[in-house]
């Protein structure tokens, strides 16, 4: 049997060619995933091949950076009542359809008998 995970650690406080302000923001955003010594550690073990594996985890931590580099777009006033919107006729389509199979569960079923 042959060992295949990866584990990727990457000292963030080394790492000159990253700016302070990225580097808060990764041990802000990834403090779970930094152990005590500040290394980041990412592990990846997909696939059978260790190279494999390897280029996942530094694919992952590029995506991280990156992630922190790109600034987030912003979402408008307008974006998030229309989602708000949707949201809210989403639930009310799903209680129509539930009251609506409950009737015709009621409706197969005999009626009742009083004595």
């Not at 580099?69 to 307008?78: A, M, R, V, Y």
């Not at 009542?81 to 009621?106: I, N």
Request: charged letters at 45%; aromatic letters at 6%.
């Amino acid at each position: 049997m042959v060992n295949t995970k990866v584990d990727l650690r990457f000292h963030i406080e080394t790492a000159d060619w990253i700016n302070d302000d990225i580097k808060t923001r990764l041990f802000k955003e990834h403090r779970t995933k930094i152990n005590k010594e500040g290394y980041l550690v990412i592990r990846s073990d997909k696939t059978r091949s260790q190279q494999l594996n390897l280029a996942d985890a530094m694919e992952r931590l590029r995506s991280m950076i990156r992630e922190l580099i790109e600034p987030k777009e912003e979402i408008s006033e307008e974006t998030l009542e229309k989602h708000r919107r949707r949201k809210e006729k989403a639930v009310r389509e799903r209680l129509f359809e539930k009251r609506h199979r409950s009737q015709v569960k009621l409706d197969r079923q005999a009626p009742a008998v009083d004595f």
